[in-house]
């Protein structure tokens, strides 16, 4: 007997909203009530509830780290743009038969823990590492430069580890770019810059922003870039929050870091979608 559609349809948000409360909500829900409470030397929390938690956050130590790691966040962003976004284009207009080749380079870095390829990159920014060889092979430097534990460094491995996170959806984007918009831009006079400036930038930007947010909200959470790359100097949220749960020992604190970062990301979620929506209320008034 074949299943009534109506009956896989119940089942399947029965299924997803099942999942979303068990493995979504509860846990932020426990994260949210472990904010209220205090360290406890006995145990990871305890009683009294209290709002210290949120308090200690205004400390100019933690402010400097939240907006450090916004702007370590944001710069890598923004080198992933420039750098990916001619990938993708060039990506969407190579030949059909070589564009899977292209599309599975992209991919293969994701067949390797990001850590090892972190640690890979650490090689080659060491003091004796390939960077620093070619440098001093090209007559550029006199002595080996630090390259490492530098939020250069960060932002070198962010980009690195991310770039492929902006490529594909700027590649979905670009690929359903009509190309008769272009021939007709291009027939009214328009030069390539006009026609990127007015086609090819209003037509893709949908990807470009789904892009920067697939590589600024992980950006801010990725705390081992920043044991590797960027030693102690650079602290960023990902590694305060690491740290406030396996070596401090104050679960309380870190949840409600965790939980003043989510907000911020569901803020910034929360712009894309209002943003989103202006722009499509414009393309229907026209």
């Not at 293969?108 to 060889?133: D, E, M, Q």
């Not at 006009?194 to 959470?221: E, S």
């Not at 602290?235 to 911020?264: C, H, M, R, T, Y």
């Amino acid at each position: 007997m074949t299943p009534k559609p109506e009956a896989f349809k119940a089942a399947a948000v029965g299924l997803l909203s099942g999942w979303l409360l068990l493995f979504v909500l509860a846990p932020n829900l426990l994260v949210a009530g472990l904010s209220l409470l205090s360290r406890s030397p006995a145990g990871f929390a305890g009683w009294p509830a209290t709002l210290d938690n949120y308090r200690r956050l205004a400390d100019p130590i933690y402010l400097h780290v939240f907006a450090e790691s916004f702007a370590t966040a944001l710069i890598a962003t923004l080198f992933c743009l420039l750098l990916g976004y001619p990938f993708a284009y060039g990506l969407a207009s190579a030949r059909p038969r070589l564009r899977p080749l292209l599309l599975t380079l992209v991919i293969v870095p994701f067949w390797t823990n990001s850590l090892v390829r972190i640690y890979a990159i650490r090689g080659l920014l060491a003091a004796k590492g390939a960077v620093n060889h070619l440098l001093l092979a090209a007559g550029l430097i006199d002595q080996p430069v630090r390259l490492l534990y530098t939020q250069a460094a960060e932002i070198i491995g962010l980009v690195y580890v991310l770039l492929p996170f902006m490529i594909l959806p700027l590649y979905g984007s670009l690929e359903k770019l009509d190309p008769r918009l272009l021939e007709a831009a291009r027939d009214l006079g328009a030069g390539p810059f006009r026609r990127f400036r007015h086609v090819v930038l209003p037509l893709t930007l949908p990807g470009i922003v789904a892009g920067c947010l697939l590589v600024f909200l992980p950006a801010l959470g990725l705390f081992y870039v920043g044991d590797v790359l960027g030693g102690s100097r650079h602290l960023l949220v990902g590694n305060l929050l690491k740290d406030q749960f396996l070596e401090a020992q104050d679960w309380p604190f870190g949840a409600a870091a965790s939980l003043v970062l989510i907000g911020l990301l569901l803020a910034f979620l929360a712009l894309y979608a209002i943003a989103e929506n202006r722009v499509t209320a414009a393309g229907d008034d026209r």
